[in-house]
């Protein structure tokens, strides 16, 4: 193929949208998490990546417009792994939070008032986030199939235990509250799912790095940072459908023609969660930067040492990827 050398100016890594305003990320993880995406052959996929790695070398095939690379850029940013350039496998991939979120939501949100239909709907949920949690760790923090499976195992136990517990607790509550039950559960097991999936970033530190991405060291309160974050960011994405469409519902479900097509109770809510899932994806990933930053006053006293022994005082922030 005809090799042309890349226009003076452009850097295919360098964001489209201001990633220092919720607005700029709002825009790129809009672009990014597009569910249709998901649909785009793998063969593609792999033409996207080594058209972008050929237009970080430099060259790129003659006659490729901008758009034709913004458009790879995009296909890249979607399915491999920012870390280490890896293909994300597609269940884990924030592209696939809508169509595989708005299934799995609605059913909770409808199969909510028996016990089994309550463990099933939850045990499915955290394998989905499990394999979504180790999709978008920070791949620089390698972890084990032993800690892989105390982490989903734990997580599910804390989901479990959450919405059996305030299933029968809410038997006797108004009809809303024992609707509101699936959130409380997915919000307790992202608090418990999360750490214990990247529980190697908490213990041995992520590498932060200078503004031109110059390794400095590990930090453990840096993946600290990120990981709460990632935490916020995710039960913000399932907030507005779980707890506005149970409001949605219990008014619906009081017309008649709503008693009459009970059967299509199911499919509505799975519909009604995808659009609240099409917003609200980006919007949790756009909360915080993915390039998170933290202070040299917050890091550890030995690393912080270090780097001001090294750099003085030129170096007033480290940054690192906090992971989606």
Not at 65 to 83: G, I, R, T, V
Not at 148 to 159: D, P, S
Not at 193 to 203: D, F, G, K, L, V
Not at 251 to 258: A, S, V
Request: glycine share 6%; net charge positive; charged share 15%.
């Amino acid at each position: 193929t005809k090799m042309a050398t890349v226009s003076l100016g452009f850097n295919i890594d360098s964001p489209r949208w201001d990633q220092s305003t919720f607005v700029g990320r709002l825009k790129h993880f809009l672009n990014i998490t597009d569910p249709r995406t998901v649909l785009v052959p793998e063969e593609e996929l792999d033409q996207a990546k080594a058209l972008v790695e050929g237009c970080r070398a430099g060259l790129v095939p003659s006659g490729s417009s901008q758009e034709q690379l913004l458009y790879a850029k995009k296909l890249y940013d979607s399915a491999f792994h920012p870390d280490s350039g890896e293909k994300m496998n597609l269940i884990g991939r924030m592209s696939f939070q809508v169509p595989g979120g708005m299934a799995i939501t609605g059913c909770m949100l409808q199969f909510y008032r028996t016990v089994p239909a309550v463990v099933f709907w939850q045990w499915v949920n955290q394998s989905f986030n499990a394999f979504v949690n180790y999709t978008n760790r920070n791949a620089a923090s390698p972890i084990s199939l032993r800690q892989i499976g105390v982490a989903y195992v734990t997580a599910t136990g804390a989901a479990l235990a959450t919405a059996v517990g305030l299933n029968l607790y809410t038997k006797r509550a108004p009809p809303l509250l024992a609707r509101w039950v699936p959130f409380a559960a997915v919000a307790a097991a992202n608090c418990v799912n999360i750490p214990m999936m990247r529980q190697q970033e908490i213990i041995n530190g992520i590498t932060v790095t200078d503004e031109n991405n110059n390794e400095l060291g590990r930090s453990r309160r840096a993946a600290v940072k990120g990981i709460a974050q990632v935490v916020l960011s995710r039960i913000a994405m399932a907030a507005p459908g779980m707890i506005i469409l149970p409001i949605i519902m219990e008014r619906l479900e009081k017309f008649t023609f709503m008693q009459r097509i009970r059967v299509l109770h199911g499919p509505l809510q799975v519909l009604l969660c995808g659009g609240f899932l099409l917003f609200m994806v980006p919007a949790a990933c756009a909360l915080f930067p993915q390039r998170c930053s933290l202070a040299l006053a917050d890091l550890e006293v030995e690393l912080r040492d270090s780097i001001m022994a090294k750099h003085g005082d030129k170096v007033p922030y480290v940054y690192f990827n906090k992971g989606l």
